[in-house]
């Protein structure tokens, strides 16, 4: 059994930046894969970022890259995501989940999800 628990989200205006942070309690954080998902309302939930167990390999959704930078601390057990120059279409509900599947994009391959962050970006 895993627990996430995602913050650091909140209202910002276009260009911004935001730190996402998912802590993390229960199974051995540091042998977990890590994704970030978001869902904006009506929309499916979209795959954003993804990080190895390691912290070595990372993956990324094409609307996002270059702007956004998954990261982790194992001895923290807590994975981030970086979020710069942040767009409207960018306002969504985050969340981070772990997965067995190395770097997956799929939301049905992420077993334990977190409760979710909401991220507004407006003027």
């Known amino acids: 059994q895993v627990q996430l628990v995602e913050s650091g989200g909140g209202l910002v205006q276009p260009g911004d930046s935001l730190r996402l942070s998912c802590a993390a309690s229960g199974r051995a954080f540091n042998n977990l894969n890590m994704g970030w998902f978001r869902q904006a309302p009506g929309e499916d939930r979209e795959f954003v970022a993804a990080?190895?167990?390691?912290?070595?390999?990372?993956r990324y959704a094409d609307s996002v890259k270059g702007r956004f930078t998954v990261s982790r601390d194992n001895a923290k057990n807590t994975a981030y995501l970086q979020m710069n120059s942040l767009k409207p279409e960018d306002t969504a509900v985050y969340y981070c989940?772990?997965?067995?599947?190395?770097?997956?994009?799929?939301?049905?391959?992420?077993?334990?999800w977190g409760q979710g962050t909401q991220v507004t970006v407006s003027s």
């Open positions: 989940a772990t997965t067995w599947l190395a770097l997956t994009t799929r939301a049905l391959g992420y077993n334990y």
């Open positions: 990080i190895g167990w390691s912290g070595t390999g990372t």
